[in-house]
């Protein structure tokens, strides 16, 4: 009678020390990488366009020649430069950076919107978000 009340018990306990561990989370939160490309820039610099530019007018700059693209590279740095004194500072770029993802995140999330708006009454009720996104499956 012993013999089986004590090979429960080792199991029980062989049972809770194999169990995993928790995974461990990062507390710190990292932003958002400024592109998907990959970032090599001994190979090409779609990387430092899709951060600089924007995804969409780094798209549109790909389409253009090397003089237009000068061109329009000339009147966003006169946009960047703050201050106007002629330079560009690292705040100044950081900060366009931003401007520029951020501009394109809205541009995203006003996408989406429109794509589960259905009814196009500024608001996307529950069967809206499921037909959008699961079809007329559920």
């Known amino acids: 009678?012993?013999?089986p009340r004590l090979l429960l018990c080792l199991c029980a306990w062989?049972?809770?020390?194999?169990?995993?561990?928790?995974?461990?989370?990062?507390?710190?939160?990292?932003?958002?990488?400024?592109?998907?490309?990959?970032?090599?820039?001994?190979?090409?610099?779609d990387y430092d366009h899709d951060a600089f530019l924007g995804a969409d007018e780094a798209k549109s700059f790909d389409q253009l020649t090397p003089e237009e693209s000068k061109e329009?590279?000339?009147k966003i740095v006169g946009k960047i430069d703050?201050?106007?004194?002629?330079?560009?500072t690292?705040?100044?770029?950081?900060?366009?950076?931003?401007?520029?993802q951020k501009r394109w995140i809205y541009e995203d999330v006003e996408r989406q919107w429109k794509g589960h708006d259905l009814n196009e009454d500024g608001?996307?009720?529950?069967e809206e978000y499921k037909n959008?996104?699961?079809g007329y499956i559920l």
């Open 14 to 45: 062989a049972l809770c020390g194999s169990g995993k561990p928790t995974e461990r989370k990062e507390r710190v939160v990292r932003e958002a990488p400024l592109s998907a490309r990959e970032h090599d820039d001994a190979q090409s610099f």
């Open 90 to 100: 690292v705040e100044e770029l950081k900060a366009w950076i931003k401007f520029a």
């Open 72 to 74: 329009r590279l000339g």
């Open 82 to 88: 703050e201050d106007g004194d002629g330079f560009v």
């Open 1 to 3: 009678m012993l013999f």
């Open 132 to 134: 959008a996104t699961y």
């Open 123 to 126: 608001l996307v009720s529950w």
